[in-house]
């Protein structure tokens, strides 16, 4: 165990060293210093700040490339090559109401919703954790970039498994907040250039040691707001089927039609009950949706 930690320390160092030089070549990218000269001068008109976020980014960053040898859970930890799906939907007007009325997010409900799930799920088999960790694309889209263009940094963080539902939003949105926006976006953004640049041994290595370690992934997509159709005949879904990406479980959520389209896919080697994991996860949505403002009621005419 000490050899193989030793193994993924040197490989990390050489991955970070290869990353030190895409990093500066990206800061020469065309349009790349548009970006820089926005973030100077915010970083100029508010530098406490700035520099706190920037530090707390830092932190994040250390902590996203470190090496994991084991998932969190200690029931999902099995993996192989095999798949299970399962899909259900959610009320996507709630899932709004509920982030409004916290003052999140439709993705920071989702992924709370995601683990108070998976926490139901390890209680019920008598495994009960404290904490899960979770890899979250997070966009890096910026404006002006092309619309076919699909720019994400793979995010790693843990997520306590706090009981009260309203927490469990409150503590993902604390984690997540960093990365989706100000300086830990461009963060990730540089993060994403690096491993872009690395030589694939290279790449292949830092991911195997990232993945590995993984718990779930929780994946949003974006999907499209009016009707669809397909040869004629109206799409009423869209399910995706995101790959675990060496994790037990993917969740995806895709928002089509006014409908939010919950997509699982689980590795059978980890999800030992997919059908309770699914209940679960029902669970999960059940009640991160009991938090949304109720409707205001019309006055009577």
């Not at 976020?53 to 029931?75: D, E, I």
């Amino acid at each position: 165990e000490h050899a193989a930690t030793n193994g993924a320390r040197r490989r990390l160092g050489h991955a970070l060293g290869y990353a030190g030089v895409a990093v500066r070549r990206g800061a020469l990218l065309p349009g790349r210093s548009v970006h820089l000269a926005g973030d100077a001068l915010r970083a100029a008109r508010h530098p406490f700040g700035t520099a706190n976020a920037v530090a707390g980014a830092v932190r994040g960053g250390a902590h996203l490339m470190a090496p994991a040898s084991a998932p969190l859970s200690p029931l999902l930890r099995g993996r192989s090559t095999g798949l299970r799906f399962a899909a259900f939907d959610v009320d996507l007007g709630r899932l709004h109401a509920a982030a409004r009325a916290l003052g999140g997010t439709v993705n920071d409900v989702f992924v709370a919703a995601v683990a108070g799930g998976l926490r139901h799920y390890h209680e019920d088999l008598g495994r009960p954790v404290a904490r899960l960790r979770l890899t979250l694309p997070v966009s890096i889209r910026r404006p002006g970039d092309p619309s076919i263009a699909n720019r994400f940094a793979p995010v790693r963080f843990t997520v306590p498994l706090v009981a009260d539902p309203a927490d469990l939003v409150t503590a993902v949105a604390r984690r997540v907040r960093p990365w989706s926006e100000g300086p830990g976006l461009g963060l990730a953004d540089a993060l994403s250039v690096a491993l872009n640049a690395l030589p694939t041994p290279v790449l292949s290595s830092v991911f195997g040691s990232l993945l590995r370690s993984v718990d779930f992934v929780a994946t949003n997509v974006p999907g499209l707001a009016g009707p669809v159709y397909l040869a004629g005949a109206e799409v009423r879904r869209l399910y995706a089927f995101a790959p675990p990406s060496g994790a037990a479980v993917n969740v995806a959520l895709v928002t089509h039609a006014g409908i939010g389209c919950i997509g699982v896919d689980m590795d059978p080697a980890a999800v030992g009950d997919p059908s309770l994991l699914v209940r679960k996860l029902r669970q999960g949505f059940d009640e991160v949706l009991q938090l949304a403002s109720p409707a205001p009621r019309r006055a009577p005419e």
